[in-house]
């Protein structure tokens, strides 16, 4: 049976991710397990999404597959997968097999999934730690525990079971955190296919369509350029489901006089993009909403600005609220200094959520945001999103002309050496630009 990914380079980076988690831990073994297939209903499954980290260190995408790590005088990556058959392959498609996956993944060993069990309290005899992850599945955590008895019951003959646990997240964190050559090249592709599937959706959008005929525009736009999947569900809002953060039905009219957010992003070989964009569902800005949207705009605008080497994490969200603070201030939406505002937190009324995440394999990725109690600085290679926004529902105090106007603008920042770089800035963001691509729908 062919091979579907033979034309595809393995790069070295994941051998090598390997070998730089090995040298952390120096002695002891990791035990990785890919993400379990979910079922949909009866013998339907869910579309197949692997584990983060497994395929961080591996670049592996089957089901059904264990990454092992010996770390210590003489390093040994294994790999425990499917082995070749022939009638599966015919239902469900290609599998590498263990003899295959052994050379174009880079592995020292591999071994059938089958095996796991008898093999695996042979490599946990006489090593002093083991890093897995525990806490997130009960049933992964018994089979785990087994490994561990198997060796324990050896102890009359002079075999020692690892005396340590370590959660594995912690380290293979830190190494996500900062984003490789390999890394970034499919992250700025992710980030042009989103973009593109954003001005696709702003030419797509007039009065009387619907949010699920917006959203079809990004997912199509997506597949068309190689992307496997939605990041996460797309938030396609119109008018008041703009002030649901998490809105996610999608299936309202889109009326004249409101405003669309959409918050999507495509996945492109594991890699999230991210990015949030609002317009008028006419193609013009009324006076009010323009208001808003420049105050979004100018918050955004001075966080991004912040973000460079040695920067740490909590800047940009503290000089996006300052400039909104002033901004609702201007709005009559909060009354008082700006600096009381922020001190109340009377903002948070309107604007209740951070400014940004750090993204990559996940969308909201993997990385503390503060270390030893501090926020940490921000060093060249991470990527995050900047996202300020503002939601103004009816309320006391809240003008008539204000009212449901939900707008986000996000844009995914890579930090560099000396500086950033926004991988999303093609997506038109200024007034002036998002009303020039509405009126190439005419």
Same mark, same amino acid.
């Given at each position: 049976?062919?091979?579907?990914?033979?034309?595809?380079?393995?790069?070295?980076?994941?051998?090598?991710?390997?070998?730089?988690?090995?040298?952390?831990?120096?002695?002891?073994?990791?035990?990785?397990?890919?993400?379990?297939?979910?079922?949909?209903?009866?013998?339907?499954?869910?579309?197949?999404?692997?584990?983060?980290?497994?395929?961080?260190?591996?670049?592996?995408?089957?089901?059904?597959?264990?990454?092992?790590?010996?770390?210590?005088?003489?390093?040994?990556?294994?790999?425990?997968?499917?082995?070749?058959?022939?009638?599966?392959?015919?239902?469900?498609?290609?599998?590498?097999?263990?003899?295959?996956?052994?050379?174009?993944?880079?592995?020292?060993?591999?071994?059938?999934?089958?095996?796991?069990?008898?093999?695996?309290?042979? /490599? =946990?005899? #006489?090593?002093?730690?083991?890093?897995?992850?525990?806490? $997130? +599945?009960?049933?992964?955590?018994?089979? *785990?525990? &087994?490994?561990?008895?198997?060796?324990?019951?050896?102890?009359?003959?002079?075999?020692?079971?690892?005396?340590?646990?370590?959660?594995?997240?912690?380290?293979?964190?830190?190494?996500?955190?900062?984003?490789?050559?390999?890394?970034?090249?499919?992250?700025?592709?992710?980030?042009?296919?989103?973009?593109?599937?954003?001005?696709?959706?702003?030419?797509?959008?007039?009065?009387?369509?619907?949010?699920?005929?917006?959203?079809?525009?990004?997912?199509?736009?997506?597949?068309?350029?190689?992307?496997?999947?939605?990041?996460?569900?797309?938030?396609?809002?119109?008018?008041?489901?703009?002030?649901?953060?998490?809105?996610?039905?999608?299936?309202?009219?889109?009326?004249?006089?409101?405003? /669309? =957010?959409? #918050?999507?992003?495509?996945?492109?070989?594991?890699?999230? $993009? +991210?990015?949030?964009?609002?317009?008028? *569902?006419? &193609?013009?800005?009324?006076?009010?909403?323009?208001?808003?949207?420049?105050?979004?705009?100018?918050?955004?605008?001075?966080?991004?600005?912040?973000?460079?080497?040695?920067?740490?994490?909590?800047?940009?969200?503290?000089?996006?609220?300052?400039?909104?603070?002033?901004?609702?201030?201007?709005?009559?939406?909060?009354?008082?200094?700006?600096?009381?505002?922020?001190?109340?937190?009377?903002?948070?009324?309107?604007?209740?959520?951070?400014?940004?995440?750090?993204?990559?394999?996940?969308?909201?990725?993997?990385?503390?945001?503060?270390?030893?109690?501090?926020?940490?600085?921000?060093?060249?290679?991470?990527?995050?999103?900047?996202?300020?926004?503002?939601?103004?529902?009816?309320?006391?105090?809240?003008?008539?002309?204000?009212?449901?106007?939900?707008?986000?603008?996000? +844009?995914?920042?890579?930090?560099?050496?000396?500086?950033?770089?926004?991988?999303?800035?093609?997506?038109?963001?200024?007034?002036?630009?998002?009303?020039?691509?509405?009126?190439?729908?005419?």
């Amino acid at each position: 049976m062919p091979n579907p990914d033979d034309t595809i380079d393995v790069p070295a980076d994941y051998a090598q991710r390997r070998s730089r988690l090995a040298q952390t831990i120096q002695q002891g073994v990791v035990v990785l397990p890919t993400a379990p297939e979910q079922i949909r209903n009866r013998d339907a499954h869910y579309a197949y999404r692997y584990d983060s980290y497994f395929y961080y260190l591996t670049g592996f995408a089957e089901p059904e597959a264990v990454l092992v790590i010996i770390a210590g005088a003489t390093p040994r990556h294994i790999l425990f997968c499917r082995e070749r058959d022939a009638e599966r392959e015919t239902w469900e498609g290609f599998r590498h097999g263990t003899e295959l996956a052994r050379g174009k993944f880079g592995f020292d060993e591999t071994h059938a999934i089958s095996e796991l069990d008898e093999v695996m309290p042979k /490599l =946990l005899a #006489d090593q002093p730690q083991l890093y897995c992850h525990l806490g $997130s +599945d009960s049933h992964w955590d018994t089979r *785990v525990l &087994g490994w561990l008895n198997a060796v324990r019951a050896q102890a009359r003959a002079g075999v020692a079971a690892p005396a340590i646990m370590h959660d594995l997240h912690p380290p293979i964190d830190e190494m996500r955190l900062i984003k490789d050559t390999h890394e970034l090249a499919i992250m700025r592709r992710a980030a042009r296919i989103s973009t593109g599937a954003h001005k696709r959706a702003m030419r797509m959008t007039s009065p009387g369509g619907t949010e699920y005929e917006i959203e079809a525009e990004l997912l199509h736009e997506f597949r068309r350029y190689g992307a496997q999947a939605p990041a996460y569900t797309p938030i396609v809002a119109g008018g008041a489901n703009a002030c649901v953060l998490h809105y996610v039905q999608n299936n309202a009219p889109l009326r004249d006089g409101e405003l /669309l =957010l959409i #918050d999507a992003g495509c996945e492109l070989d594991g890699y999230a $993009s +991210d990015i949030t964009r609002t317009f008028p *569902v006419s &193609g013009a800005f009324a006076p009010a909403q323009r208001d808003v949207y420049q105050m979004v705009l100018a918050a955004q605008t001075a966080a991004i600005a912040v973000v460079r080497p040695g920067v740490t994490w909590n800047v940009p969200h503290d000089t996006a609220v300052r400039v909104l603070a002033q901004g609702l201030v201007d709005l009559g939406l909060c009354q008082g200094s700006v600096d009381k505002v922020i001190e109340t937190g009377d903002y948070k009324q309107f604007y209740m959520h951070r400014t940004g995440h750090w993204l990559g394999l996940d969308v909201h990725d993997a990385g503390d945001y503060k270390r030893a109690n501090q926020w940490r600085a921000l060093e060249p290679g991470m990527v995050l999103t900047v996202e300020p926004g503002c939601y103004i529902r009816p309320g006391a105090g809240v003008p008539r002309h204000l009212e449901n106007i939900g707008i986000r603008i996000e +844009d995914d920042v890579l930090v560099t050496m000396d500086g950033n770089e926004v991988l999303t800035l093609a997506a038109p963001r200024s007034v002036a630009d998002i009303e020039a691509v509405m009126r190439s729908r005419e």
